[in-house]
């Protein structure tokens, strides 16, 4: 993959190597389907319209049969870990739905491995046909309330800045920080903008005074909002919007129509997923949602260029990538049908995407980040006064959200002083083990709303410190699991009656696996199998659970710390009425 401009030295020196002919090509600078030929010349579109002139014998011709050619897509902020695969399986799926470009996050990796996995991230992406561009993640961790495997301060991100494939400043998720002044947190703003790149922002539910101050330090764009109105004003004020749809959270239904109903200019909103699970990429990626943006009543060209030129010009990477023009990478994918963005062929840099068996090696220390000592029943347990009844703070979660509520709810405490869950009322026991060898915390806490009525499951995915995190019924099922997630270094794991009932292995940084997509894909699927057995009602149960421990979404999240109130901002004691 090469990211910076081809430059000829005149016409004389464009010949082309490729010639797409007869072809309905989608002009997303004009919106208008343009009847015309391309040319291309060492991975660069060098003539639209009649390219006779620009071949000789050994140009390859491909007649395209008047089927439309589109833009290759954009992905404009993912993390795609949240695909359970390493970079270059994913980039192969990303390929074949005509997705040839994604702006990358990649504070899962960093979270855990630091400077050194983003670099290492970058070195694996300039391998790959897919473009790949870096927002330097802002947020490592993403707040002082938890324990990650790393940090990132203002002096790392600017080392990181001057990477070519860098494009901003990843969503910058401690508002808090940006509004008390936070120094460190303004110098990687500064850098970021003294470069010219941009700096994406995390701001869900601000407002007004706290909005504007948000915007005014120089973030741009946004992906959060929890309402339309959000949304609007957030357009309004001058930030680009990214309306997000991916796996965990969806906005698409919730606010295109609404946009085109009230005649909202689309040239400043764009498409994100954000996370990507296995299942859903293999059924389609940036084209699924294309074809539901036109089902919600989008025009296919404006659909389009809502998933290519306003990305790459939020991303100010327009002369490279984005839109069918002359001088640009030549990503283009085959289309046998405009409304259902049927994809025909996809090119990528100007060749032929073929299924590529990834070789990049990865180094011994991305298969070893979980390192606590064993755990013990007792070491999930909250123990208060014998026999008596309490109430407790617990996080209630929700089908296809990430959103949580808090919840107040009374439990029982036994003779020996363990205060029990109860599978009645869907009360379940859940812990957050701090996995990077630091400092062996543990938080403990209670959740409703997963409907498990035996057993356990644990997961080294912890968004974003990624430490483990464990639910269930029983505490020494718990335990279990979370011995199970050490010795496999890292994953899924359910266990039922003091037995391992299934996995899912993750040893790359406990988040990653390098097997194909489709091979975790069957290995999720069968997990979901086997926890909605024990229980279930989830739709989406692992991502669900993988949220617990994000302190900067609304309203109750649990890390190794302990309970976390995020409106407050300020860590609450599980049972009601006690004192840290």
Known sequence: MQLTEKFFTGKRDIKADTVLEHCKIINVNTKEILNADIAIQSGYIVGIGDVSGLRDTSTR?????????????????????????????????????????????????????????????????????????????????????????????AADVQALMDNEIVVGLGEVMDFPAVLSGDASKLAMIQATRERR?????????????????????????????????????????????????????????????????????????????????????????????????????????????????????????????????????????ILDDLEGFSILSVIAGGALIEAQTPVFNYPDYVFDTIRYREIKPQDLQIIYAPNSCVSVNAIKVFPDRIFTEKENAKLVIDESGILLPDTNRDILTTAVIERHGKNGNIGLGFINGFGLKSGAFAQSIGHDSHNVVVTGTDHADMALAANTIKEGKGGIVLVKDSEVLDSLSLPFAGLLSPDPVEDVALGLDRLHGRIKEMGCTLPAPFITHSFIALPVIPKLRLTDMGLFDVERFEMIEVIIGTKK
């Open 61 to 153: 011709i491909i007649d395209v049969n008047n089927n439309y050619v589109s833009p290759g897509l954009l992905d404009g902020h993912v993390h795609f870990e949240s695909s359970m695969v390493t970079l270059s399986r994913f980039a192969g799926k990303a390929l074949e739905h005509g997705t040839t470009g994604i702006v990358i996050d990649p504070h899962e990796i960093a979270n855990v491995l630091g400077r050194r996995g983003i670099e290492l991230v970058m070195e694996e992406a300039k391998s790959l046909a897919l473009n790949i561009f870096v927002a330097v993640s802002s947020c490592v961790p993403a707040t002082p309330f938890e324990t990650s495997g790393a940090s990132l301060n």
């Open 197 to 333: 790149l941009v700096v994406d922002g995390h701001a869900p539910g601000l407002s007004e005074l706290d909005l504007w101050g948000y915007m005014a330090a120089g973030i741009s764009s946004d992906h959060e909002s929890l309402v339309y109105e959000e949304a609007l004003e957030k357009l309004r004020l001058g930030m680009k919007l990214m309306l997000r749809e991916g796996s965990a959270a969806k906005s698409l239904e919730n606010f295109l129509p609404r946009l085109l109903e009230e005649g909202v200019s689309l040239e400043n909103v764009f498409f994100v997923t954000d996370d990507k699970h296995p299942e859903d990429l293999l059924a389609g990626y940036m084209d699924s949602i294309v074809r539901k943006a036109i089902a919600l009543g989008l025009d296919p060209l404006d659909a389009i260029s809502m998933c290519t030129v306003n990305t790459a010009r939020h991303y100010r990477i327009d002369h490279l990538v984005g839109s069918i023009s002359i001088g640009r990478r030549a990503d283009l994918v």
